[in-house]
Structures are given as structure tokens and as C-alpha cells.
């Protein structure tokens, strides 16, 4: 089964009305009892809830460009509200996978989020440290296929501009990066674990770029999903134990310091044989266009 790391249970939602709560509780209610039976780590990622596994505590102030999204209104005040992660590649512009923005994740249509925000330079969610800035617009791939997670990417456009220190380049195409064995790090503060153990500080591991080849015999298109070359990136490592996981949906992997994938979707955390997959960012870059100030 093909899953997507982004986050919805871990934080308490709040919603508008209760009618809407309701109609989630019923939802998940339903899929759980029609679903197969899955067995490991699999299984617990079947509600898309997964910090970086393998990964190690970082400074956020060194990395800001690593952001958080956050929206109080839609998944509480605890760890400030984040369900997603993201990219700024921009003064006033960053990056997510576009399934963060979906119904299926907000509860809601996304224009019906009035807070939402990145949070850039807070190690840990519980605290205020950092800065928070509100989003003034998204733009979704309008090419973004939720069935098998093509050019799974979304646009943010700041309300107010950061610092050039805060923005990461993107990798284009034909660049080093992207070469199979190339040294390459994810950010997120997802599930550290794969058992729903999520952190409040940020957190990388280092993985590698991995050959297309050995992404496609991963994902070959059977239950667990079909990785595409042309619109997909995956890393890790060919035993397993570092790897993305739920809550770090549209978070950077960044490769020799420039931004080459989003978190997009996966099987497992950290699991042998089963790479994380990414947007490949050389793929978008039409759609994200060219970052202004």
C-alpha cells in the first residue's frame, strides 16, 4: 500500500464544528474496519501519521530553511501546531508536498485555514522561539496526482520576506545531486520511531541518494505504489534504519546544500528494502517557478 507521510493524529484537531469532527471520527472508523490486515511497521502507517528515524537532534537556527507548518485552528496549540514540514526557497516563498494541503489532511479545503503558517527557527514546537509568518497564498500543482503521488508539490507565498540566509537552492536539472551515492539529509520533526513517538525538536538523518533502479524494484507498481523516475527521487539506506516517517510530509532532503526532494510517501519507516520516497524537485521547478523577494 502507497502512504503518505503526513500527519493527522498525532495533534489534536480542532474543528470548526462538530459536525465536522464527527464525519472524520466516522471516516477513520470506516476505513479502519475495511481495511486489510497489515502486519509491522506498515500497519501503523496506514493512517498517514508519521520525526526522522535513525536521525539526530539538530540546531534549527542553523538550518532555517527547514520550516514547519503549522495551524493551530486545525491540529491544536501543542507542538505549535504542526502537521507538515516545508522548504523556503525563497524570500518569500516556500515549499511543501501539495498532499499536506489536502481535504483528507486539514479536515477542511485549504482556503478555509485562516492561520496557517510556517514556523522557521524553532527547535522545538513547545516553545516560541523562532519566527512565525503567516501564508498569503497557495498554489497547489494543479498536475498533483493524490492516486500515485506525481508531482507532489505545493507553493507558499509569505506574508512578509526572510533573510537570503534563510533560503535553500534548488537543485535543477542535470545537477551532481542528484547522482545515486551522493550524501544527503532529511529534516523533519516527525515520529522518531515509527510507533507514533513524535518529536518536538528538529531532527535530520543522513541517508544517500539512491539509483533509480533499486526504487523501481522497491515500488514496482504492485499495492505498495510505483516510484517514477521522471517525478520521484528516493533515499536511504539499502539496510534501512534512517529514513523520513509520518509528520515530515513536504520537509527538505537536501544534498550536496541544495534542496532536491520533498518528503512525499513511503512504506514503512526506515524498513530494508524500502527507501523513502521523495518529489523530485528538478521535476516541479515549472511550477514553483522562480522565487522572488
Not at 508519521?50 to 496549540?77: E, K, M, Q, T
Not at 533509480?212 to 527521487?233: F, H, I, L, W
Request: proline content about 5%; aromatic content about 4%.
Amino acid at each position: 500500500m502507497r502512504l503518505m507521510r503526513c500527519e493527522r493524529t498525532s495533534a489534536v484537531r480542532v474543528p470548526e464544528r462538530w459536525a465536522a469532527m464527527l464525519a472524520a471520527l466516522v471516516t477513520a472508523l470506516v476505513g479502519a474496519l475495511l481495511a486489510p490486515p497489515v502486519q509491522g511497521a506498515a500497519a501503523q502507517e496506514r493512517d498517514p501519521d508519521r520525526a526522522v528515524i535513525g536521525g539526530y537532534a539538530v540546531n534549527a537556527g542553523d538550518h532555517p530553511w527547514a520550516v514547519a507548518l503549522s495551524s493551530r485552528a486545525r491540529f491544536g496549540s501543542e507542538r505549535s501546531g504542526q502537521f507538515c514540514g516545508g522548504a523556503v526557497v525563497g524570500p518569500r516563498t516556500a515549499v511543501t508536498a501539495a498532499h499536506c494541503l489536502t481535504r483528507e489532511v486539514l479536515g477542511v479545503d485549504v482556503g478555509q485555514v485562516r492561520d496557517l503558517r510556517i514556523i522557521t527557527g524553532r527547535g522545538d514546537l513547545t516553545g516560541n522561539a523562532g519566527k512565525e509568518v503567516a501564508v498569503r497564498s497557495v498554489k497547489v500543482n494543479p498536475d498533483f496526482d493524490a492516486r500515485t503521488n506525481k508531482g507532489d508539490v505545493a507553493v507558499l507565498r509569505l506574508a512578509e520576506s526572510l533573510p537570503s540566509s534563510s533560503v535553500v537552492p534548488m537543485a535543477g536539472k542535470g545537477d551532481p545531486a542528484y547522482r545515486s551515492g551522493t550524501p544527503a539529509t532529511v529534516y523533519g520533526w516527525g515520529d522518531t520511531t515509527g510507533r507514533g513517538n513524535y518529536s518536538n525538536t528538529l531532527r535530520a538523518a543522513r541517508v544517500g541518494i539512491m539509483a533509480d533502479s533499486s526504487c523501481e524494484r522497491a515500488y514496482p507498481g504492485t499495492s505498495n505504489g510505483k516510484y517514477d523516475a521522471a517525478t520521484m527521487v528516493c533515499a536511504g539506506l539499502e539496510a534501512g534504519g534512517r529514513d523520513a516517517c509520518q509528520g515530515d510530509s513536504g520537509g527538505p532532503l537536501v544534498a550536496r546544500g541544495k534542496l532536491v526532494g520533498l518528503v512525499s510517501w513511503g512504506v514503512g519507516c526506515g524498513e530494508r528494502g524500502r527507501p523513502g520516497v521523495y518529489t523530485r524537485i528538478s521535476a516541479v521547478q515549472s511550477v514553483i517557478g522562480t522565487p522572488r523577494a
